[in-house]
């Protein structure tokens, strides 16, 4: 390795605040302000206050079928994920025509397809009754058939952006096409896959107003029959809006932060 | 098939690969016999690497038979993985796990392949580490060391699962060249110690202190093959004198 000798260390110019303000990240500070004026309307204001209240009842719900939906999303997209980048024919085309299938339908259709029609097809040549699968489980069926294609995207481009000598290096030392794809793939696939995952739990979590469709008491849900009886559409949706922006809002400033950690600590 | 001490430890008999309509290697046939060190050079797309890569099935002749130790390297994956076993191989481009420090590098097929334990084989890539210079290393990651230091962990790696026969596809091409004596040093110890190896390389001096045999290739074919000296003064075919004149300036 060549030593550089006395040569004089050049420091970066120390930036101007020109640069900081340029730099300061003004939308947080724009949509914080936002949400700030919301909490104290909320604090200050009882009807603000009792509709809050009321949306907040759905919020577990929300963030339950959210939660389930996403690492049953996670299991299935990287088993389909896998055999999109199978070697095997029929594992491949299963998955590709699964994949295409669900990418070619809106979301919106697929819920009410999967809810009403698939779920009970199922359930009938499986000699349960119509009504065995709650409304919820058929919900967070839906979400997790949907984002597992979704996610098998994210897993196959992850893998296929490993290159083909990692593979062959593993094949050489004798290690199984599965051991490989194991301990020596999957794992860089995975850190380089953490953005893109990071992504569809928030999209995941926006989708989840969806299955208000179905009548799953989540918080648009919620929303939707609190202003069918009191008609206070503005102060109701406002707050529905606060919850969804508040929650996608940390959650990108989580993900933002372990990204930043699994880089550090590789 | 048991392999008696007078079988070639690899025998290739009228290999040929396509890609496509492309004929990648052309009926190649050649034997080398346990201990040996022979080198393959030859023209960029000549089919030196992928006659070596159809050694340990990480390509698959069209025609033709490749017998390794006497197994016969076929579809069968038991078959395969034997031949695996006992056939190391460094890339060009190295291809360290880069999520592995230096050592986890040199145990995990030790663990998953050999079922060695943690211990075991750990007190396996210590040693080896050793031998290729550079114990300090063990628990670095793949991206801090040089190009010089990666390419000698790959070759120990490569010896933890203690193979018979070692192949080498261009093991110093992509590094500085400061670097690329201290692993032919390295390669030069093992051919030392008898061990069988197929090696890519245009490293004259390595041919010269360490091989035992030169083939040129040219075209998917092995034009001609002899002792270094042999072929390195007197070759015999027009293409290998043109490539010579061309790499010995
Ligand atoms: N996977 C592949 N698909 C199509 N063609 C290929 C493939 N691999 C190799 N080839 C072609 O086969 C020929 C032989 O390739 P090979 O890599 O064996 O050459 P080489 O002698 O190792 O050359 P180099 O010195 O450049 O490494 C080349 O013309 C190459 O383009
Ligand atoms: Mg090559």
Redesign the interface.
Known sequence: ?AVDHERPEIQPRPRDLRAHLNEFPWWLLIILSVIGYMVVRIIVDPIYRNIFNTILQGLSTTLYVTAVSFVFALVFGLFLGLGRVSTNVILRNLSITYIEFIRGVPMLVLIFTISYAVVPLLARTFGLPNNAISLTARAIIALVLIYGAYIAEVFRAGIEAI?R??M?????????RW?TML??IL??AT?NMLPALGNDLIALLKDTSLVSVLGVREITQVSRLSVSTSFRYEETYFILTLFYLSMTLILSLLLQWIQRRAKIK? | MVATSADPMIRIENVSKFYGHFRALDQVSLDVQAGEVLMIVGPSGSGKSTLLRCINHLEVPDAGRIVVDGILVDNDEKHINAVRAEVGMVFQRFELFPHLTVIENICLAQQKVRRRSRAESQTIARTLLEKVGIPEQAQKYPEQLSGGQQQRVAIARALAMQPKIMLFDEPTSALDPEMIKEVLDVMLALAHEGMTMVVVSHEMGFARNAAHRVAFMDQGRIVEQGPPDKIFSTPQHDRTQLFLSRILH
């Not at chain 1, 062959?168 to 199984?176: I, Q, Y």
């Open positions: 390795m290159g000598g990692q062959e290096a593993g094949r050489s030392l004798g290690m199984s051991q301990y020596v794992p860089q850190r590789r």
